[in-house]
């Protein structure tokens, strides 16, 4: 896990800027959440983070709070973000012991790998509530603080000297965009988090409140990444291949779109989802009739072995 300022944060950003607000994130205990709740943290917040494992999350929070000297992070474990009851109470407590809820991150997922062939209605349903509905159960849990918090933090445009503050971000991906073999749960899923944020952004944003999505996309060193890619030299490197910008991305780089629609500087961001995958979700045209990208580009080869073509490319 990054330990330094430098793996989590640009040196973009100001100390303090979330000075005294508070974060309520589920999945908070997760590889990419985790960063994004330490950021905010070092950035002078306090934060509530959730999840099912009540050690872990309680773990996680005591690691989190040292990113700063005084910083306050309550760890709730034992909390399935499919019971909405349990999620209000959670929210109710955050709100009680820290003061507000200024931010909040829909960031709890469910994924594993699995053809429609041989994925039950169980497992597709499992998926479908832990994302979408999870997603919905935390905005409901957040959306009365996160209107309090828009009300005295107002969203004007103009310099914001109490700071920001009213703005959820939803946590999707982008199986949805162009389909994907064996994400048709996670696809399913993911559509329907990315449409509950936009219904929000137009139901809540006359309130002041904000809403988005960030779609991560490889990130080096997550459990998604372990868990659901091989991991041989000739894969991950086809892997890393498959990104124009030839690489994963790395967990800071999630970390830093969220700070950014947290801040002053996506005060006027709403109803939007931040893609920051290094381009990857459009080469799914890019593999042509047996031109694999990006190969035939670097290599400035002549298009041959088609009707129309004989151009050679230009770099």
């Not at 952004?201 to 960030?214: A, D, M, R, Y």
């Amino acid at each position: 896990m990054p330990t330094t300022r430098g793996e989590i944060l640009s040196s973009v950003w100001r100390d303090g800027i979330f000075k005294d607000k508070v974060l309520f994130c589920t999945g908070g205990a997760g590889t990419i959440c985790s960063v994004q709740v330490r950021a905010f943290v070092i950035l002078g917040g306090n934060a509530c983070i959730l999840g099912r494992n009540v050690e872990k999350t309680e773990r996680m929070a005591k690691d989190i709070a040292s990113s700063r000297p005084g910083s306050k992070v309550l760890g709730i474990g034992a909390v399935d973000v499919r019971d909405a009851e349990a999620l209000a109470k959670a929210a109710e407590r955050c709100a009680k012991e820290l003061g507000s809820i200024d931010f909040a991150i829909a960031g709890a997922a469910g994924n594993f790998l699995a053809p429609i062939s041989q994925l039950s209605a169980n497992a597709f349903k499992t998926v479908m509530d832990i994302d979408a509905l999870g997603s919905y159960n935390t905005a409901k849990a957040t959306l009365p603080y996160l209107v309090e918090s828009a009300k005295k933090h107002k969203n004007t445009g103009k310099a914001q000297p109490t700071g920001t503050g009213g703005r959820i971000i939803f946590v999707s991906a982008t199986f949805h965009y162009t389909g994907k073999p064996l994400q048709a749960h996670v696809a399913a899923a993911k559509a329907a988090v990315d449409q509950i944020a936009h219904s929000i952004s137009l139901e809540f944003g006359p309130l002041g409140v904000t809403s988005n999505v960030i779609t991560p996309g490889p990130i080096a060193g997550t459990e998604g990444m372990e868990r659901l890619s091989k991991q041989d030299e000739a894969t991950l490197k086809r892997s890393k291949a498959s990104v124009p910008l030839g690489r994963w991305g790395e967990v800071k780089e999630i970390a830093d779109a969220t700070v950014y629609l947290f801040s002053e500087a996506g005060s006027y961001v709403n109803g939007h989802a931040l893609v920051a995958d290094g381009g990857q979700w459009r080469v799914g045209g890019a593999d042509m009739g047996g031109f694999q990208y990006p190969d035939f580009l670097l290599g400035g080869e002549t298009i041959s072995g088609v009707a129309k073509g004989g151009k050679k490319a230009k770099l």
